[in-house]
Structures are given as structure tokens and as C-alpha cells.
């Protein structure tokens, strides 16, 4: 639970390696957060040290990214007066956690991690990545335990990240506080100790497919629909995305693009209605189903696409300067208890330097 509310604390953060959010982002996870901020205290952490991993030679476009992450955040409807945006450089507990938590992970372990073995392969980084990239998965556990929170709202890719955290959380309570071995995941915090295990929570489309119709969506495939696209290229996506039956069945496959959309934006009964008329070999008005998607699309985005006309430039510059500091001012707070708490536990307290908390 949190100090300041009643609420149980939820973490989740993007790293600013580009801007640009799309529908993919927008089921996978941007939804289910902005569901979670009336039941949940949550904290949005943007991952611009772990941007480095990557992009180290790009400072400039990691803080345009950051700037840009926040103003996509606030277009879809993330509030900085019930949430809290935390800026993961400014938060020095993290780093601090990090260094602990790496002695948790048995090396190896990390080196397969499935999560950082896709990474290395679809970024082509080859084995001439940095010390620090596989080190982020480390980082990940701190910038989650830091604010001890119960649910860790994130996308389908990241699950192994969090079952890596859930390890440290574990083993960080059965060595430093005391918990047994046999005590369940959901009741170290009852048994004295600091970390609550926490869970992943995958959003409600754990993988939707691209314009292509088949790989998942992704900017740098150039199969996305943008929440900042315009109506027109909304529709204009939509319209060229190819429906085709299969030869040996004759119909449209079921897992189909066009299908995951219908679930995804359409009222439940109307696409269960296109699935059936898909399934039964029907001579389907493919035009008829794009035009209803690209109005269904088209009035989800409406609002985020005002909003974020009205975050353009210096003004909106200077409204994220504000959320950031404000945020990541309450954010320390919290971090720097946790970071008390495990010194604590780690034997380290000798209060030879004052923390915030
Ligand atoms: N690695 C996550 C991603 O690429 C971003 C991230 C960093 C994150 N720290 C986090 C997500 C902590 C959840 C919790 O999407």
C-alpha cells in the first residue's frame, strides 16, 4: 500500500527509443493503464537511462524522445494529477537497488533471458552490445521494486522481465528478511518481507497484428496505424490492408488483421457477427467492414489527436517540465524509503549519508 493513499501501487514505464505511439501500444498497455488510475496509485516510469543501451551516442534524440513520450502519454489520457510520471534518471535509488539486485541473478540466467535474446536479434546488435545492455534487465527489477507495487501493467514481450523481478523480490526477502522458503510468493510481505512479488499484468490484446496482416505491429515494419494519424490516413491504412482466403480452406483466415481489429475496436456482438460471416464462406463486403473499423478507429482517436495538437511546441514543452519535476519529486519520496528499508535489510545503515525520506 502507498504512504499517501489507500490505494495499492502499480509501476510501468516505456523506454524513450522512439516516439510515436500505435494502436498496438494502445490495447497492449496504454488502455489497461488508463483503466488502472482510479483503483491504483500508479507510477509511469520513462526508462531514459536505459535508452543508452542502445542509442549512447544519441543524447539529443533521447531527450526528444522523452519529451515526446510524455506528450504522448497526456494525449491519451494519463493524468499527472492522479498518476505519477517518474523520469528514471533523476531517481537515484534506482541505480542504487540495481547494483544489490545484480548479485540476486545468477548471470547465466540473465544471458537467457528470452526478452533481452529477441532484443539482440531483431536490433541486429550482434555480439558487440554494451556491458550495460543485458545490465537494463537488472535495472528493470530495481526500477519496479523501488516503489514496491503489487501489478506491473505491461505488454506480452516483457513478461520475462517481470518474472525476473518477481526472483529478486523473492530472494531479496528469504536472504535479507527472513521469509521462508515455502512461504508463497503472495504472502512474503506478511512474513516480514520488504518486496511485495509482484505480477504481471498483460493487456487485453497481448498481440495485434500489423496493416501487413500478419506480422505484429511495429513502427519499424511500417504496418502501423499511429494515434496521431489523420482520419483520412486512418481509412487509407485500413483500405489497403489485403484480405485473402486461404487456399486449402477457402476462408478468411480467423486470426486475420483485419479480424483482430474487429475484436479489438468493434462492439463485442458485431465482431462476433463479421467472425461468423467470415467463417461460413460468406462472400464478405471487405469495403463495408474497413469503412465501420475506420469509424470505430476514428472516434477512439479523436480526442487523443486534439489533445496532443494542443501539447505542440513550447508550451507543451514546458507542461511536461512540469509533470516530470513534479512526479519524479513525489516519486523520490517513495523510492528513497524502499532504498532505506533494503539497507536496512542489507546491513548497510550506518546513516553516513542523509536520505530524502
Ligand atoms: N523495458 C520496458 C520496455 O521496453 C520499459 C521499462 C523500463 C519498464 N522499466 C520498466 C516496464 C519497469 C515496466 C516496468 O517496454
New binding site residues.
Partial sequence: MSPTTSKPRI?????P?STGLHLGHYVGSLENRLHLQDEYDCYF?I?NV?AFTTLMDKPDQIRANTIGIVKDWLAVGLDPDRSTFVL?SEVPAIAELTFFFAMLLPFNKVMRNPTLKTEIETKGLGDSYPFGFPM?AV??CA??LAFRPEL?P??E??EA??EMCRDVAAKFNQMYCGVGNRVPPEEHVKAGGLFPVPKAKIGRVARLAGTDGVNKMSKSLGNAIFLYDSEKEVQKKLNKITVQADPATGLVPQSHALLQYCDAFLPKERAAAIRAEYAGGKDVMHGHVKAELGAAINALLAPMRERRATLEGEIGDAKVAEVIRRGTSKANAVAEETLYLAKKALKVDFGARRLSF
Wanted: aromatic letters at 4%.
Fill in positions: 509501476l510501468t514505464g516505456d523506454t527509443t516510469l526508462a536505459h528514471q537494463y535495472g528493470q526500477d519496479i506491473v505491461v505488454g514481450d516483457q522481465h517481470i
